[in-house]
């Protein structure tokens, strides 16, 4: 449950801690690491732009990455109670003719542990025990001393100065508060010129475990099972999807000759949605250096992904546990060093599976018929075990 609190009430309560620590955002990867240094008796102060934690937002299959995060929380049984296995993968082809089905958790070797979630119901798993966050709060400037980071927070219309010993920037892929630490210079980003839609939809026993994705001439559409519902995707290139969502699912389905019952229900929800859903452009960013000082970026700050391979919430968690256990040995003497030691232990590893998730991207966000030809031959020989191999190293090699 996430408990709004103002700011004044949780700096008083950061002031005796054995750090003082700021974490900017409350998403998977600021609230994350914010849960794991509470259920160490820690109280850092945790702010986040939003009203509140209203929003379900989107689909989520998380890999075993997570779990070390969740268990480091002690919410296992909420996280599986509001989470769903995804199990089969089904992989069609450029006419949404089925190509391959896969036990894709059999293949990571995970079975049971690979789910689906939506976002907003990670969220309110990890905040089980009580979440004490500061709304409509932002950082607007950051002064560092050997000694401390002076802080300038914009809370409730208000401004607040305070002093802390750590600060962490986990405001997301679009981060603001990236440019108080970094240069502009510091930060790229692959631009994969796609950009696409999500939609709920209602899901069915039959269905609950199962994952879909078509990859057409064109276009590309993903189904994802999460608890009672599924989230449908569609995209393609900009040029493309300018035209808007019902132009565009009609441009999807005009190719599409061989589809089954359930993803025709998915295309119908998708061109059924009211309110035009929020469009998310296929960007990704990368900070070359995540830790000066006694200040760090965390998850998508630090290295946001794009959402073809699906790992970035998993390496968000992975790296917010990394780093809460860096915060809990450290003392306010060295917590520059652990941060530093954070930085050299997670980047390497986040920045191959971001690599992996580009490469993915060159793969299917394509707009040419022979390519989708050629792509739906090999999906038939290349055995995914072998295209998964990179994820599975990552997993193989996971942190304690
Ligand atoms: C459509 C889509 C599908 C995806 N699918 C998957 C998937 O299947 N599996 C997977 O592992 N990953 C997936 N990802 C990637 C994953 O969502 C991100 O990598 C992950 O959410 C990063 O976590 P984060 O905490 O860094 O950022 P976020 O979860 O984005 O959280 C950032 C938080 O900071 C807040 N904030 C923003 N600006 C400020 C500010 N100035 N001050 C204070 N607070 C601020 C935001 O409101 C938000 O709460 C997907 C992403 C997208 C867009």
């Not at 937002?57 to 296992?76: E, F, K, N």
């Not at 939609?199 to 590309?220: L, N, P, Q, T, Y």
């Not at 999807?252 to 998915?266: F, T, V």
């Not at 652990?338 to 793969?363: G, H, K």
Request: with cysteine; glycine share 8%; net charge neutral.
């Amino acid at each position: 449950m996430f408990i709004a609190t103002s700011l004044k009430e949780q700096m008083a309560r950061a002031q005796d801690d054995h750090l003082r620590v700021l974490i900017v955002g409350a998403g998977v990867a600021g609230l994350g690491l914010a849960q794991a240094l509470r259920a160490a008796g820690r109280q850092p102060v945790l702010v986040e732009r939003a009203a509140d934690h209203a929003d379900s937002g989107y689909t989520l299959a998380l890999m075993p990455l997570v779990d070390p995060l969740i268990r480091r929380i002690g919410v296992q049984a909420a996280y599986h109670a509001r989470s769903e296995r995804f199990h089969r993968y089904v992989l069609h082809g450029r006419h949404g003719q089925v190509l391959r089905e896969y036990a894709v958790d059999s293949l990571l070797e995970c079975e049971g542990n690979y789910r689906g979630i939506a976002r907003g119901e990670l969220l309110q798993a990890l905040a089980t025990d009580g979440a004490p966050v500061s709304y409509a709060t932002t950082l607007t400037a950051l002064r560092q001393t050997p000694d401390a980071v002076h802080a300038t927070l914009r809370s409730d219309g208000a401004t607040v100065e305070a002093e802390f010993d750590a600060v962490i920037l986990a405001d997301g892929l679009h981060s603001s508060s990236r440019a108080l630490l970094l240069a502009p210079e510091q930060v790229s980003e692959y631009d994969s010129g796609w950009g696409g839609w999500m939609v709920w939809m209602d899901s069915d026993a039959a269905h609950a475990d199962r994952g879909d994705e078509i990859w057409g001439k064109d276009f590309f559409v993903g189904v994802y099972p999460v608890k009672g519902r599924a989230g449908v995707f569609i995209g393609g290139h900009r040029d493309d999807t300018r035209a808007g969502l019902p132009a565009f699912v009609s441009h999807a389905r005009a190719q599409l000759r061989q589809l089954d019952p359930w993803l025709e229900r998915a295309l119908d929800a998708v061109a059924a949605s009211d309110a035009p859903p929020y469009y998310w452009k296929l960007v990704d960013g990368r900070s070359n250096t995540w830790a000066q000082g006694r200040v760090a970026l965390l998850g998508d700050a630090a290295a946001g992904f794009l959402p073809t391979a699906g790992i970035g919430a998993g390496m968000a968690m992975e790296s917010a546990g990394v780093l809460a256990w860096r915060l809990l040995a450290a003392s306010r003497a060295t917590v520059a060093a652990a941060l530093a030691d954070y930085e050299r232990a997670q980047r390497p590893r986040v920045e191959a599976a971001q690599d992996n998730s580009r490469s993915l991207a060159r793969f299917m966000c394509r707009r040419s018929a022979l390519v989708a030809w050629l792509r739906d031959g090999l999906a038939r020989m290349v055995s995914l075990k072998a295209a998964l191999g990179p994820i599975r190293k990552l997993l193989d090699t996971m942190p304690e």
